[in-house]
């Protein structure tokens, strides 16, 4: 599988410099979607994502 999206993952929130960050239990949870390949089985919406290509865009280094 390509792209994937997953919504509404709890993160916590510096107070000082901003920085987002997820506790490692969450951290554990992500990682265990992924070793089960994001299954479709728990999809709740499908979307259209634009595939850009950077070459043909003219932005060359």
Do not use: K, Q
Not at 35 to 50: D, K, L, N, Q, Y
Request: one cysteine or more; glycine letters at 12%.
């Amino acid at each position: 599988m390509g792209l994937v999206v997953i919504r509404n993952i709890p993160a916590m929130i510096c107070p000082i410099c901003g920085e987002e960050y997820v506790s490692d239990e969450t951290a554990i949870g992500l990682d265990r979607m992924r070793g089960a390949g994001f299954t479709a089985m728990g999809s709740v919406e499908r979307m259209i994502v634009p595939v850009l290509d950077y070459c043909a865009l003219g932005e060359s280094e």
